[in-house]
């Protein structure tokens, strides 16, 4: 069960394209309850343009089950469907004719992927794969306000060249949404500016090269040694450089059945981890906790039920990450909201054997 809920959290100009289509959905219960534009995907642009408004687009392919449930659970939430009125919506089936096109205009390859561009046709933001309905709905309302887009960015290394931080954030950003042009270009801005490897940006591309050359051996051996990786981390003040740093060498120690170095490590990225995270992480790191609660300590098993409940609050009725809740509840002796909670997740998801096998559980 640790491995199938760890693996459920890690997979976590087109107006050149006049003839791309907004591919329907499968079915009807699959659109969940967002109006979605039927026309063209330039005649979605149009609407959009004349109207001032941004485009939602949502990729999806008919194999991909995160996409069922992003269909079916988050774009049926009503506070997704208010967010989404005033933006034109289109959804793309990847894998035809004209979505694919549209996929690799963005360098799409991980389904679903959710972009948000404007009337023009360029992009503003990736906003993830599959989000619970309160972290699209904050998302949306972040690019809305046009907090760290591509748009704003662009503007701020134009107003400032040398804040390398805005330049970074938004050669991550370029490349997210297929630009490896723009990428490149700003990261050659970054090294022209500091060629001595001192700013965050540098550090962090010292990382990512890290991350890469050791668990590429991680893979083959199914070893790795930390050691350089703790070091670039020892010292570090980014809450980005430090979640993705830590967070990922948790992965690989978990899965290397590693537990305890493991939770060291996610107790570390906890507190830098990313608003449109919190629910999938949590659940991840709470599940990991509750899997090890013979191992655990009474302030380990607190601290594993005040991530589980953020988790949980993130991710509002989501069944899965509200069983990890009703563990860590009654790992810590709440018995009785633990058997609420599996009760919720039994009315949310009747079919699931398992909710019922933990309520007989937890009663006795």
């Given at each position: 069960m640790w491995m199938m809920k760890l693996a459920a959290t890690v997979i976590a100009a087109l107006s050149a394209m006049p003839g791309a289509a907004a591919q329907g959905p499968r079915d009807e219960p699959a659109r969940g309850a967002i109006e979605w534009f039927e026309g063209t995907y330039q005649a979605a642009l149009d609407r959009a343009a004349a109207e001032e408004?941004?485009?939602f687009i949502d990729f999806w392919t008919d194999w991909c089950r995160w996409c069922d449930r992003l269909h079916a659970e988050t774009y049926a939430a009503d506070s997704v469907v208010a967010e989404l009125q005033d933006v034109v919506c289109i959804t793309v089936d990847a894998e035809s004719e004209s979505g694919a096109a549209l996929a690799r205009r963005f360098g799409v390859r991980k389904y679903p992927t959710l972009l948000v561009v404007n009337g023009s046709g360029e992009p503003e933001d990736k906003l993830g794969g599959f989000l619970h309905a309160p972290?699209?709905?904050?998302?949306?309302?972040?690019?809305?306000?046009?907090?760290?887009?591509?748009?704003?960015l662009r503007k701020a290394v134009t107003a400032d060249g040398t804040d390398l931080g805005a330049r970074w954030a938004l050669a991550k950003k370029l490349r997210a949404v297929g630009d490896d042009a723009g990428y490149d270009r700003e990261v050659a801005a970054i090294h022209l500016a500091d060629p001595e490897g001192r700013s965050t940006p540098m550090r962090a591309m010292a990382l990512a090269r890290l991350l890469k050359e050791t668990f590429g051996a991680f893979k083959r051996t199914r070893e790795f040694d930390a050691r350089e990786l703790r070091a670039l981390l020892a010292g570090a003040k980014d809450g980005e450089f430090l979640y993705e740093g830590w967070s990922t060498l948790a992965y690989y120690q978990a899965v290397s059945d590693r537990r305890e170095a493991a939770r060291s490590s996610y107790r570390l990225a906890w507190p830098h981890c990313p608003v449109t995270k919190i629910a999938d992480f949590g659940n991840q790191i709470a599940w990991l906790y509750w899997e090890s609660a013979s191992e655990l300590s009474t302030e380990e098993q607190v601290w594993a039920l005040a991530v589980a409940r953020k988790a949980a609050q993130a991710a509002g009725d989501d069944a899965a990450v509200?069983?990890?809740l009703a563990c860590c509840l009654?790992?810590?002796?709440?018995?009785?909201?633990?058997?609420?909670?599996?009760?919720?997740?039994i009315e949310l998801d009747?079919?699931?054997a398992e909710w019922r096998e933990r309520l007989q559980a937890f009663e006795h």
């Open positions: 408004r941004l485009v972290t699209l709905v904050a998302e949306l309302r972040r690019v809305k306000r046009g907090e760290w887009t591509i748009g704003a509200l069983d990890t009654y790992m810590n002796g709440l018995q009785s909201e633990a058997l609420c909670t599996v009760r919720r997740c009747p079919d699931m």
